[in-house]
Protein backbone atom coordinates (compact mmCIF):
# COMPACT_ATOMS: atom_id res chain seq x y z
CA UNK A 1 0.00 0.00 0.00
CA UNK A 2 1.10 3.68 -0.56
CA UNK A 3 2.52 5.03 2.08
CA UNK A 4 3.42 8.67 3.45
CA UNK A 5 5.01 8.65 6.96
CA UNK A 6 5.74 11.65 8.98
CA UNK A 7 7.53 13.22 12.15
CA UNK A 8 7.60 13.88 14.18
CA UNK A 9 4.13 13.36 15.91
CA UNK A 10 4.04 16.78 18.12
CA UNK A 11 6.57 19.31 17.77
CA UNK A 12 7.28 22.16 20.19
CA UNK A 13 8.99 25.85 19.35
CA UNK A 14 9.45 28.98 20.77
CA UNK A 15 8.45 31.83 18.55
CA UNK A 16 10.91 32.90 16.39
CA UNK A 17 12.60 29.42 15.79
CA UNK A 18 12.76 26.84 12.96
CA UNK A 19 10.20 24.51 12.89
CA UNK A 20 11.36 20.74 10.75
CA UNK A 21 8.67 18.68 9.96
CA UNK A 22 9.81 15.51 8.24
CA UNK A 23 7.88 13.52 5.29
CA UNK A 24 9.41 10.11 3.53
CA UNK A 25 6.72 8.26 0.87
CA UNK A 26 7.53 4.70 -0.64
CA UNK A 27 6.44 4.84 -3.97
CA UNK A 28 8.39 6.48 -7.09
CA UNK A 29 5.69 6.79 -9.07
CA UNK A 30 4.30 9.86 -6.90
CA UNK A 31 4.70 13.25 -8.48
CA UNK A 32 3.80 16.12 -6.39
CA UNK A 33 3.90 16.98 -2.98
CA UNK A 34 1.31 19.35 -0.98
CA UNK A 35 1.50 20.17 2.39
CA UNK A 36 -1.98 21.37 4.12
CA UNK A 37 -2.01 22.47 7.62
CA UNK A 38 -4.88 22.00 9.41
CA UNK A 39 -6.25 24.73 12.47
CA UNK A 40 -8.45 23.21 14.85
CA UNK A 41 -12.11 22.83 14.28
CA UNK A 42 -11.32 23.69 10.33
CA UNK A 43 -10.62 22.06 7.21
CA UNK A 44 -7.16 21.17 5.59
CA UNK A 45 -6.11 24.12 3.30
CA UNK A 46 -3.29 23.76 1.13
CA UNK A 47 -0.05 25.81 2.22
CA UNK A 48 3.17 24.74 -0.25
CA UNK A 49 3.77 22.18 -2.96
CA UNK A 50 7.21 20.74 -5.07
CA UNK A 51 7.20 18.64 -7.64
CA UNK A 52 10.40 16.22 -7.96
CA UNK A 53 12.34 18.07 -10.73
CA UNK A 54 12.76 20.35 -7.60
CA UNK A 55 14.71 20.13 -4.51
CA UNK A 56 13.54 23.24 -2.91
CA UNK A 57 10.38 25.64 -2.68
CA UNK A 58 10.24 28.53 -1.24
CA UNK A 59 7.14 30.77 -0.21
CA UNK A 60 7.93 33.49 2.61
CA UNK A 61 8.97 31.46 5.92
CA UNK A 62 7.78 28.38 4.58
CA UNK A 63 10.15 26.05 2.38
CA UNK A 64 10.31 22.85 1.42
CA UNK A 65 13.53 20.27 0.84
CA UNK A 66 13.22 17.19 -1.28
CA UNK A 67 15.41 14.25 -1.71
CA UNK A 68 13.94 12.69 -4.48
CA UNK A 69 16.80 9.99 -4.11
CA UNK A 70 16.28 8.93 -0.84
CA UNK A 71 12.27 9.71 -1.13
CA UNK A 72 12.49 12.15 1.65
CA UNK A 73 11.26 15.49 2.34
CA UNK A 74 11.12 18.85 4.67
CA UNK A 75 9.11 21.51 5.64
CA UNK A 76 10.87 24.71 7.84
CA UNK A 77 9.44 27.24 9.07
CA UNK A 78 11.48 29.94 9.77
CA UNK A 79 10.66 32.83 11.99
CA UNK A 80 8.30 30.47 13.57
CA UNK A 81 4.89 32.57 14.56
CA UNK A 82 2.19 31.18 17.28
CA UNK A 83 -0.52 31.68 14.41
CA UNK A 84 1.61 28.61 12.58
CA UNK A 85 0.47 26.50 15.90
CA UNK A 86 -1.53 23.80 13.91
CA UNK A 87 -1.50 20.51 12.42
CA UNK A 88 1.16 19.69 9.03
CA UNK A 89 0.17 17.14 6.52
CA UNK A 90 2.42 16.41 4.11
CA UNK A 91 0.69 14.61 0.80
CA UNK A 92 1.29 13.00 -2.26
CA UNK A 93 -0.29 12.12 -5.74
CA UNK A 94 0.39 9.83 -8.27
CA UNK A 95 1.26 11.00 -12.01
CA UNK A 96 -0.84 11.66 -14.64
CA UNK A 97 -3.70 9.47 -14.92
CA UNK A 98 -4.01 9.07 -11.42
CA UNK A 99 -6.20 10.64 -8.48
CA UNK A 100 -5.59 9.05 -5.59
CA UNK A 101 -3.96 11.68 -2.87
CA UNK A 102 -2.09 9.88 0.29
CA UNK A 103 -1.68 11.63 3.43
CA UNK A 104 0.70 11.34 6.03
CA UNK A 105 -0.33 11.19 9.76
CA UNK A 106 0.44 14.54 10.56
CA UNK A 107 2.85 16.75 12.88
CA UNK A 108 1.33 18.71 15.21
CA UNK A 109 3.05 21.78 15.27
CA UNK A 110 3.25 24.50 18.95
CA UNK A 111 4.85 27.59 18.79
CA UNK A 112 5.46 29.05 22.29
CA UNK A 113 5.13 32.59 22.68
CA UNK B 1 -14.00 31.89 -7.63
CA UNK B 2 -15.47 28.67 -6.61
CA UNK B 3 -16.87 27.61 -4.13
CA UNK B 4 -17.78 24.20 -2.06
CA UNK B 5 -20.36 23.65 0.11
CA UNK B 6 -20.92 20.51 2.07
CA UNK B 7 -23.96 19.92 4.03
CA UNK B 8 -25.13 19.39 6.78
CA UNK B 9 -22.61 20.73 8.93
CA UNK B 10 -23.03 18.04 11.95
CA UNK B 11 -25.23 15.17 12.25
CA UNK B 12 -25.68 12.97 15.47
CA UNK B 13 -26.94 9.61 14.15
CA UNK B 14 -27.93 6.00 15.72
CA UNK B 15 -26.04 2.64 14.77
CA UNK B 16 -28.00 1.19 11.96
CA UNK B 17 -30.07 4.43 10.89
CA UNK B 18 -28.97 5.60 7.07
CA UNK B 19 -26.59 8.91 6.14
CA UNK B 20 -26.72 11.04 3.32
CA UNK B 21 -24.08 13.93 3.27
CA UNK B 22 -24.01 16.34 0.17
CA UNK B 23 -21.06 18.76 -1.81
CA UNK B 24 -21.99 21.28 -4.49
CA UNK B 25 -19.42 23.23 -5.79
CA UNK B 26 -20.05 26.10 -7.81
CA UNK B 27 -17.69 28.09 -10.70
CA UNK B 28 -15.89 25.19 -11.62
CA UNK B 29 -17.09 22.80 -14.50
CA UNK B 30 -16.43 19.39 -14.79
CA UNK B 31 -13.97 18.89 -11.06
CA UNK B 32 -12.53 16.38 -9.93
CA UNK B 33 -14.38 15.63 -6.82
CA UNK B 34 -13.29 13.46 -3.80
CA UNK B 35 -14.75 11.94 -0.37
CA UNK B 36 -12.24 12.29 2.71
CA UNK B 37 -12.81 11.06 5.68
CA UNK B 38 -10.69 12.13 9.30
CA UNK B 39 -11.11 10.64 12.16
CA UNK B 40 -10.77 13.16 15.71
CA UNK B 41 -7.15 13.92 15.30
CA UNK B 42 -6.07 11.96 12.56
CA UNK B 43 -5.07 11.83 8.99
CA UNK B 44 -7.18 12.04 5.67
CA UNK B 45 -8.59 8.90 4.09
CA UNK B 46 -9.47 9.14 0.70
CA UNK B 47 -12.75 7.35 0.08
CA UNK B 48 -13.89 7.94 -3.10
CA UNK B 49 -12.98 10.50 -6.20
CA UNK B 50 -15.23 10.76 -9.15
CA UNK B 51 -13.94 13.02 -12.62
CA UNK B 52 -17.27 13.20 -14.31
CA UNK B 53 -20.99 12.78 -13.98
CA UNK B 54 -22.31 9.53 -13.01
CA UNK B 55 -18.45 7.66 -12.76
CA UNK B 56 -17.26 7.25 -9.24
CA UNK B 57 -14.33 5.39 -8.21
CA UNK B 58 -13.93 3.67 -4.87
CA UNK B 59 -10.41 3.49 -3.36
CA UNK B 60 -11.30 1.60 0.16
CA UNK B 61 -14.36 -0.35 1.68
CA UNK B 62 -15.85 1.25 4.16
CA UNK B 63 -19.42 0.13 4.05
CA UNK B 64 -19.93 3.62 2.37
CA UNK B 65 -21.14 4.36 -1.29
CA UNK B 66 -21.04 7.61 -2.79
CA UNK B 67 -23.12 9.07 -6.20
CA UNK B 68 -22.31 12.08 -8.70
CA UNK B 69 -25.76 13.05 -9.81
CA UNK B 70 -24.85 16.07 -11.68
CA UNK B 71 -21.37 17.53 -12.41
CA UNK B 72 -21.71 20.05 -9.56
CA UNK B 73 -22.95 17.58 -6.77
CA UNK B 74 -20.93 14.83 -5.11
CA UNK B 75 -23.13 12.57 -2.70
CA UNK B 76 -21.85 9.90 0.00
CA UNK B 77 -24.07 7.59 2.06
CA UNK B 78 -24.87 4.30 3.61
CA UNK B 79 -27.44 2.63 4.53
CA UNK B 80 -26.48 1.46 7.93
CA UNK B 81 -24.44 3.14 9.57
CA UNK B 82 -21.87 1.94 11.89
CA UNK B 83 -20.09 3.32 15.32
CA UNK B 84 -16.54 3.59 12.98
CA UNK B 85 -18.23 5.63 10.82
CA UNK B 86 -17.89 8.80 13.03
CA UNK B 87 -15.54 11.44 12.11
CA UNK B 88 -15.43 14.45 9.86
CA UNK B 89 -16.31 14.20 6.08
CA UNK B 90 -14.52 16.11 3.85
CA UNK B 91 -15.36 16.98 0.06
CA UNK B 92 -12.97 18.51 -1.93
CA UNK B 93 -12.11 19.35 -5.64
CA UNK B 94 -9.01 19.69 -7.86
CA UNK B 95 -8.42 20.84 -10.91
CA UNK B 96 -7.27 18.52 -13.74
CA UNK B 97 -4.59 15.78 -14.34
CA UNK B 98 -1.51 16.82 -13.12
CA UNK B 99 -2.67 18.55 -10.28
CA UNK B 100 -4.93 16.46 -8.60
CA UNK B 101 -2.88 16.53 -5.46
CA UNK B 102 -3.71 20.24 -5.15
CA UNK B 103 -7.14 19.93 -3.15
CA UNK B 104 -9.63 22.73 -2.18
CA UNK B 105 -11.89 21.04 1.08
CA UNK B 106 -15.40 22.05 1.81
CA UNK B 107 -16.07 23.01 5.63
CA UNK B 108 -16.73 19.33 6.07
CA UNK B 109 -19.38 17.23 7.61
CA UNK B 110 -19.06 16.33 11.58
CA UNK B 111 -20.35 13.04 11.98
CA UNK B 112 -21.37 11.44 15.22
CA UNK B 113 -22.69 7.73 15.35
CA UNK B 114 -24.11 6.71 18.83
Known amino acids: QQQVRQSPQSLTVWEGETAILNCSYEDSTFDYFPWYWQFPRESPALLIA?????NKKEDGRFTIFFNKREKKLSLHITDSQPGDSATYFCAASEGAGGYKVVFGSGTRLLVSP | AQTIHQWPVAEIKAVGSPLSLGCTIK??????LYWYWQATGGTLQQLFY??????VESVVQLNLSASRPKDDQFILSTEKLLLSHSGFYLC?????????????FGEGSKLTVL
Open chain 2, 92 to 104: AWSLDRGNTGQLY
Open chain 2, 27 to 32: GKSSPN
Open chain 2, 50 to 55: SITVGQ
Open chain 1, 50 to 54: IRPVS
